[in-house]
């Protein structure tokens, strides 16, 4: 009773420190939302790491000179360099992942621009090349038989289509790799300015 009257708060409790609070939680919760999103992201990047892998397994095969010969029989087309140097990408992932982990800027950066080189441009330089394989499949009239064209086939579907199905499947999951990775590095950049001005 004898504080009754006195207006004294202690220091630190006046509630000014609320709005510092409330930016700091909003910055851990975008930090949380995003390496969840990029963990699932990563996640359907191993998916199509296997599908390519399964794509890829003859070719192996074939030079560890293994002869299956269920896998001879679907006469899979040879690979392209490009298919080898996206499954580099693969790799990247476990720097991301780490990076996600222990929230290293740097080492997000690397993973997103390893994504980029190893991800997107061979991704973009499928597209160019079986540019002229899907054009003219879609411009195909229906009165013509595919195998009278130029239209490369396997197992009697146009090969570039197939391609093209998985170049926009990976375009995207690269895409959402790299804004979940960008907005990371830009909520940690936040963090580390935020306690610099303390």
């Known amino acids: 009773m004898a504080s009754k009257g006195m207006n004294m708060n202690i220091a630190g409790t006046d509630g000014t420190d609320y709005l510092h ?11 949380a939302l995003n390496k969840s999103r990029l963990k699932f992201c990563i996640f359907f990047h191993y998916l199509l790491f296997f599908v390519m892998l ?3 397994s003859a070719d192996i095969l074939d ?3 293994i002869f299956i010969l269920e896998i001879e029989e679907l006469r899979v ?8 140097i996206w499954c580099i990408s693969v790799l990247l992932t476990f720097i991301g992942l780490s990076a996600a982990r222990s929230n290293k800027i740097l080492s997000m950066q690397r993973y997103m621009l390893g994504v980029v080189v190893f991800g997107l441009f061979p991704i973009l330089y499928c597209l ?3 540019m002229n394989d899907v054009v003219s499949y879609i411009k195909l009239e229906k009165n013509v038989d595919i195998e009278d064209t130029q239209i490369k086939l396997w197992q009697k579907l146009p ?4 391609w093209y ?6 375009l995207q999951i690269h895409a ?8 990371l590095v830009v909520a940690w950049k936040s963090r580390g300015a935020t306690r610099k001005t303390q």
């Open 21 to 31: 609070r409330q930016r700091v939680a909003d910055q851990y919760q975008k930090s």
């Open 54 to 56: 399964a794509k890829l």
């Open 63 to 65: 030079k560890l000179d």
């Open 77 to 84: 087309p040879k690979p392209l360099w490009w298919e080898y």
């Open 128 to 130: 160019y090349y079986y």
């Open 159 to 162: 090969y570039g289509l197939l």
């Open 165 to 170: 199905g998985f170049a926009f499947v990976a």
């Open 176 to 183: 959402f790799s790299l804004f979940f990775s960008w907005n």
